[in-house]
């Protein structure tokens, strides 16, 4: 089976300018996960939705980042303005229902963003 | 408040020796535990969890409620083992994963 896809792969942009990233989970996989990895540490969540609905955005830096799903598929994480701080790599996962604590995440192989 | 703990950043170990990658955790309530691994060029991958009670590629890992740990064992180390162990749980009803820092593992021929 396909896996996760992301894109781009990389990003380099300056500070204050917009970014946008993508992901298409696995075929069928009701729940999407965006994480965030600061170089050095282990990723941490931004978001989880369940199919086109928000399930935790408890992390997510609301006034610069947002994220949809509007369809229940794909999906878009964007910075708006980036700052130095948000160069990190951006991992997607997506699990087939996301209910289950037991379930396994499938991830992507994330877009590394640098900011200058 | 609920947190995983690495205390080793890099861990090297000859080909042939025991590994034991450490993991404590903080969690008020019964979490499930992971190990996920990333190879060189690809992608972050399940390992194993404890509720399965399973040994993969040779490792194994014992939740221990006491003492709130769930380290990674192999009693044999291999080259193609080098990679990057990340420990996670998960609680709660969202199945949201909390990450560890990380241990590279650096098997040496």
């Known amino acids: 089976e396909a896996g996760v896809a992301q894109s781009p792969r990389y990003k380099i942009i300056e500070k204050r300018q917009s970014v946008a990233f993508w992901c298409n989970p696995i075929?069928?996989?009701?729940?999407l996960y965006w994480y965030q990895q600061i170089l050095g540490q282990g990723p941490k969540l931004l978001i989880q939705f369940q199919n086109n609905g928000v399930v935790d955005d408890s992390q997510l830096p609301k006034d610069r980042f947002s994220a949809e799903r509007l369809k229940g598929v794909d999906s878009t994480l964007k910075i708006q303005p980036a700052k130095l701080e948000d160069s990190a790599v951006y991992l997607c996962?997506?699990?087939?229902?996301?209910?289950?604590?037991?379930?396994?995440?499938?991830f992507g192989p994330g877009t590394r963003l640098l900011v200058l | 408040a609920q947190r995983v703990t690495q205390p080793e950043k890099l861990l090297s170990v000859f080909k042939g020796a025991p590994v034991e990658l450490k993991c404590n955790y903080s969690?008020?309530?019964?979490?499930?535990l992971f190990w996920y691994v990333q190879y060189s060029r690809q992608r972050l991958q399940l390992l194993l969890r404890?509720?399965s009670r399973e040994s993969i590629k040779g490792f194994t890992a014992d939740l221990n409620k006491g003492e709130t740990s769930f380290h990674l064992k192999k009693p044999f180390a291999q080259e193609e083992d080098s990679a990057m162990y990340y420990c996670a749980l998960s609680g709660g009803a969202t199945n949201k994963l909390i990450f560890g820092t990380g241990t590279l593992l650096a098997v040496q021929p």
């Open positions: 075929s069928g996989h009701a729940t």
């Open positions: 404890h509720i």
């Open positions: 996962a997506s699990s087939p229902e996301g209910t289950r604590r037991q379930e396994t995440q499938y």
């Open positions: 969690y008020s309530g019964s979490p499930e």
